[in-house]
């Protein structure tokens, strides 16, 4: 029988961006570096590990414990949490109305899915990573969300080849931060974007680097 994701032991997300609040409105914030959040307070002395080992860090040592380390999907959100969602390449989505969930079409003329104005589109591309820790714990997983299309594509790109070679995706890897540059109306940002290499294959001289970026001088942008 096969383990749904839902019924895993979750320990908590990972994230490099967190929301902060500017002139009374809570805003989504490039932070530059990894961060943990616990399910719950059973679960801090799991934190307060994070803490020690990483704080700061743009590198986590992760470990795959299955095949399909990456989900895909189209997803809206609202107040009240997700409202609709459906696999990436899927023409049937879950809506739900009426607090239960039904069954449509999922089009790309989807007035969720088209763009209005400057605005971004309500229904946006997120990936999920599900991961261990090993070095924070054994018996617990954790997820990293992330609907940054660089980051969806550095590291969907990265399972592709591993499977297309024939390998298998169980094993210790490398979740690492880079910096990438965007141009936005003429001014430039410093974003950072995930990317995923195996344990084996990570050079040394790319963690030093990685460690030693200074992310103060950088200018913030929303983070996705």
């Given at each position: 029988?096969?383990?749904?994701?839902?019924?895993?032991?979750?320990?908590?997300?990972?994230?490099?961006?967190?929301k902060q609040e500017k002139n009374g409105r809570s805003k989504p914030v490039e932070l530059g570096h990894f961060v943990a959040k616990i399910q719950d307070d059973a679960m801090s002395h799991l934190l307060d590990k994070f803490k020690t080992k990483y704080s700061q860090s743009k590198i986590l040592n992760i470990y795959f414990f299955d095949e399909d380390p990456l989900s895909i999907r189209r997803?809206?959100?609202?107040?009240?949490?997700?409202?609709?969602?459906?696999?990436?390449d899927d023409t049937k989505a879950m809506e739900k109305v009426n607090n239960k969930w039904t069954q449509k079409e999922c089009l790309e003329s989807c007035e969720h899915r088209v763009s209005k104005g400057n605005a971004k589109p309500q229904c946006t591309v997120e990936a999920t990573l599900k991961f261990m820790l090993p070095d924070?714990?054994?018996?617990?997983?954790?997820?990293?969300?992330?609907?940054?299309?660089?980051?969806?594509?550095?590291i969907s790109s990265y399972i592709t080849l591993q499977k297309k070679l024939g390998h298998s995706l169980k094993g210790n890897y490398n979740?690492?931060?880079?910096?990438?540059?965007?141009?936005i109306d003429g001014k430039k940002f410093n974003n950072y974007v995930l990317d995923l290499i195996s344990n084996e294959n990570f050079n040394s001289n790319i963690n030093s680097n990685l460690e030693t970026q200074k992310t103060t001088n950088n200018k913030t942008r929303k983070y996705n």
């Open positions: 029988m096969q383990t749904k994701f839902m019924t895993l032991p979750i320990a908590g997300s990972i994230r490099h961006g967190e997803v809206r959100y609202n107040t009240g949490g997700t409202t609709c969602y459906c696999k990436l924070i714990s054994t018996d617990r997983i954790w997820f990293l969300k992330t609907k940054s299309y660089y980051s969806i594509l550095n979740l690492f931060l880079k910096t990438k540059e965007d141009i």
